[in-house]
């Protein structure tokens, strides 16, 4: 990379990177260069880095504060920012001046990079996105506060035995943190349980609340850098620990374990992060998080606002404040501001009403029901006695609107309300009380005004929006992959970096055959990087010349990696079946974590390595296909796999992706799309023209009416299809390596049977298996002629800009949240 903006004297900044660095070491870990280890290595270079983003940060704030701009807080239950080192240098714009100094230091920065504990603070796409806003907002220059939670333990490290899962635990903390600082000063408390008493004696309501458990929220803050910006912003993450670390009462008396038995249990709340993608688990340590974190930030938000704002009464909040929830995990913060509104600041209830509504803005992520949250009443009442009382009394009064709206209909105020059948909806209570809602793709945000939240969309017709993702191109571009950055850069200059729709200009040069033949080789470079990476760690072998196919993403049955497993099990069947078969030589890279309690995602691992080796094991097919499954599946390794991709899969049931991201970061790194109509695969087409995407099977209104009507039999599909019953039977026949006595029975009875009256296959995997199998021949068709690949290659890098977060940002901030940029005196 040589982006040489923003680097006045190269050589200055070189030689002061070399004395901090060695400063450092000498300071911080009594070491000189030569005895130095690689992790005190990592930190001393990380200690000089951070020392430049604090400079940034102290100055973002400096003018935060005195231009008293109105500022987001982003709360989400996961952030999954994966390592900063090397995008923190990028964003900083040093890049070369770090290269030029570890080279003379004798350094490897990719090296000491593999030192950095990874915080994989999240599950998938919903918490890599909110990594992704950070980096938008900063290099934006927006105000704004991503909250979250500082889970001691991030998602479970995957390894794969005798070809099933295990999980282990993450402790990246046990190390230490260097990004991260403790910030005490704004510690808050944090009550549990109790009684609620009502106190009119003063002729007026007092709420007592007696009788809680008290746990202090700690928060410790991240700075996040904004590329080639002044603007280093806050992530503030929350860690819980317990108000006296030990009863000294007890401790006197001897009884030293309970003594540590209230600490223990406080510390709970952010010890772990829950390992469920796209499903709700309904246990009470999760509901304590998240009133854990959503609490302490709203606690925040308000001394905040009574800091710099003393003589604006909090009926003004929302003029200074945006509070943004990704997903309803968050969603309590609403019961909690108002509480707060009322029985601290004596708000009316028309008031904090108001006041609320005006500051809160939900995103949507899913359509999947099992995703959408609702919890027991009785656990909330016995949990948040106070803020079920208030959570009782919105429901009511917005009862009592809908019944304005829709006198005597029972049923829909019923389905609207957000309390009902001794549950408490999460999704209601954020659509209720938010301005504006958002879906994460133009299909996600239909089928929520149409289908999901229809009764919503015509009570407020202007309440639910789509706003497209996005992901940021500097880390899914110019840290990932370096060498199409530098070739872009070269091409059309540095500004695409900031301003990703001048990757339009690329356009031209799908036709230009020098530039095309470049491209192909930073994707040649980029395989091979991968294929070494995987003869290290994994001790295989693959050809970097065969065609890599990629599906990275968690395992999901509504993803379809069995969809991908069966089709090579049908290519299997064709080579066995004739050795000179005209197939492609392919690597199919498979890296998916499934979440720990969800048996048939943990099957269709099984499955997996099985294919795997029953692949390897043939002489004949080995020589034409090959299946990795890369194990733990995290930022790190997709910034090394989505480089070398060539084809994408993206072949989720329609209607059921909200939106997918990686599906943009491959399409950004220049991999051709094998996909649904579904997500952002359905912008994508648009795009870029049907011709650069190979689109296959059921769109989401016939997979709506087909099984909304009953019309899907997966059975006869079985009995018609000769290829796919031959597949369909390797699952129970004993083809396929398996220890297990039933083999793959689960699966086959569920694709064919349904089961615990599901119907069968509900995810299409029967009815697209034709279709899919005739666009994977297309693929290898154009695979063949590396030229035509090449164009379409580039083509995609060229229409990727619109799916840069920068751009989904812009979006929120017009149509939601109207923050201005803060104005950095630039040196
Ligand atoms: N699992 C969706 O399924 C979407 C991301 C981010 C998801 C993805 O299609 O790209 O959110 N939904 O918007 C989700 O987590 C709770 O719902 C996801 O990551």
């Not at 333990?153 to 993450?170: A, T």
């Not at 695409?496 to 230009?512: E, H, R, T, V």
């Not at 480089?643 to 599906?663: M, V």
């Not at 190979?694 to 009953?710: P, T």
């Amino acid at each position: 990379m040589d982006i040489k903006r923003n680097q006045p004297d190269l050589q200055a900044r070189k030689e002061q990177i070399i004395s901090e660095v060695i400063g450092k070491l000498r300071r911080h870990f009594g070491r000189t260069l030569e005895e130095a280890t690689p992790s005190q290595l990592y930190k001393a270079v990380a200690m000089t880095v951070r020392d430049a983003i604090m400079e940034k940060w102290t100055a973002t704030r400096k003018a935060r504060v005195q231009q008293q701009k109105k500022r987001l807080y982003y709360l989400s239950v996961e952030f999954l920012i994966g390592r900063s080192l090397v995008n923190n240098i990028i964003n900083l714009c040093q890049d070369e001046a770090y290269r030029q100094a570890l080279e003379e230091l004798g350094v490897d920065l990719a090296e000491i990079e593999q030192s950095e504990p990874e915080p994989s603070l999240g599950n998938g796409g919903l918490g890599r996105l909110a990594a992704c806003f950070m980096d938008s907002l900063a290099t934006l220059g927006l105000p704004a506060m991503g909250c979250g939670i500082r889970y001691e333990y991030g998602l479970f490290r995957q390894k794969i035995v005798d070809g099933s899962q295990v999980e282990m635990p993450d402790n990246w903390l046990d190390d230490g943190n260097v990004w991260e600082v403790p910030n005490l000063d704004d510690q808050m408390e944090v009550h549990f349980g109790g009684q609620i008493e009502e106190d009119w004696s003063s002729g007026q309501l007092h709420i007592r609340h007696t009788g809680y458990h008290t746990v202090i929220a700690v928060p410790y803050d991240i700075p996040i850098s904004g590329y080639d910006s002044d603007v280093a912003l806050s992530l503030r993450l929350w860690s819980a620990r317990a108000p006296q670390q030990l009863d000294m009462s007890l401790f006197s008396r001897g009884e030293y374990a309970r003594a540590a038995e209230e600490a223990e249990l406080a510390q709970t709340i952010s010890k772990v992060l829950y390992p469920e993608d796209n499903h709700q688990e309904g246990k009470m340590l999760r509901l304590q998080q998240h009133y854990f974190f959503t609490s302490a930030t709203i606690q925040y938000i308000v001394k905040d606002f009574k800091k710099r704002y003393p003589h604006m009464p909090l009926t003004r909040l929302h003029e200074k404040v945006a509070i943004h929830i990704n997903d309803t995990h968050p969603a309590l913060a609403i019961p909690e501001l108002m509480r707060i509104l009322l029985d601290q600041e004596g708000l009316s209830w028309e008031d904090a009403w108001q006041v609320t509504r005006n500051c809160f803005a939900y995103t949507n992520h899913t359509v999947m029901s099992e995703a959408l949250e609702r919890w027991p009443l009785q656990m909330f009442r016995e949990l948040l006695p106070r803020i079920h009382m208030i959570t009782n009394a919105i429901n009511e009064q917005y009862c009592h609107d809908l019944w304005e709206i829709y006198p005597n209909d029972f049923g829909k105020i019923s389905y609207m309300s957000i309390i009902a059948y001794d549950q408490v909806r999460m999704a209601n209570l954020a659509l209720a009380m938010s301005h504006k809602v958002n879906g994460v793709s133009q299909l996600h945000a239909d089928i929520l005004r149409k289908d999901l939240f229809a009764d919503w969309a015509r009570t407020e017709p202007d309440k639910i929006i789509g706003i497209t993702n996005g992901v940021t191109i500097r880390r899914w571009c110019v840290k990932a992959n370096p060498g199409l950055t530098d070739l872009i850069t070269e091409a059309i200059g540095p500004d695409w970096i900031k301003d990703a729709d001048q990757l339009q200009k690329l356009i031209p040069f799908a036709a230009d055959a020098a530039f095309c033949e470049r491209f192909r080789r930073v994707k040649a470079e980029n395989k091979a990087r991968l294929s070494n990476y995987i003869a290290s760690k994994m001790d295989i072998k693959v050809d970097p010349g065969s065609l890599f196919d990629c599906q990275a993403k968690r395992l999901h049955e509504y993803k379809r990696q069995l969809l991908n497993a069966l089709h090579i099990l049908y290519l299997y069947r064709r080579l066995k079946e004739d050795p000179a078969a005209n197939i492609e030589k392919r690597t199919f890279f498979f890296a998916a974590k499934a979440s720990p309690g969800y048996y048939r995602a943990k099957e269709i691992i099984r499955l997996i390595h099985a294919v795997k080796v029953l692949v390897e094991s043939d002489p004949v097919v080995r020589e034409k296909l090959q299946v990795v499954f890369l194990p733990n599946y995290c930022v790190s390794l997709a910034e090394v796999l989505i480089p070398a991709a060539e084809l994408s899969e993206q072949i989720s049931t329609a209607g059921k992706e909200a939106s997918g991201t990686s599906n943009m970061k491959f399409m950004l790194n220049g991999a051709l799309t094998i996909g649904t109509l579904d997500g952002a695969n359905v912008e994508m087409a648009q795009l870029m023209g049907g011709e650069n995407i190979f689109i296959f099977g059921r769109k989401a209104q016939e997979v709506e009416n087909m099984l909304r009507n009953k019309l899907y039999h997966a059975g006869e599909l079985y009995e018609t299809n000769r290829a796919l019953k031959n597949v369909l039977d390797m699952l129970v026949d004993g083809s396929l390596p398996a220890d297990h006595p039933r083999q793959f029975s689960d699966l086959y009875q569920s694709l064919l049977f349904g089961d615990g009256g599901n119907i069968a296959d509900p995810y299409l995997v029967l009815d697209d298996f034709a279709p899919y199998a005739e666009a994977q021949e297309e693929v290898q068709r154009v695979y063949r002629d590396t030229q035509e690949w090449t164009r379409r290659a580039v083509l995609n890098t060229a229409h990727a800009g619109f799916f840069s977060s920068d751009r989904t940002i812009q979006e929120y901030n017009e149509r939601i949240w109207h923050l201005e940029p803060i104005q950095m005196e630039r040196e």
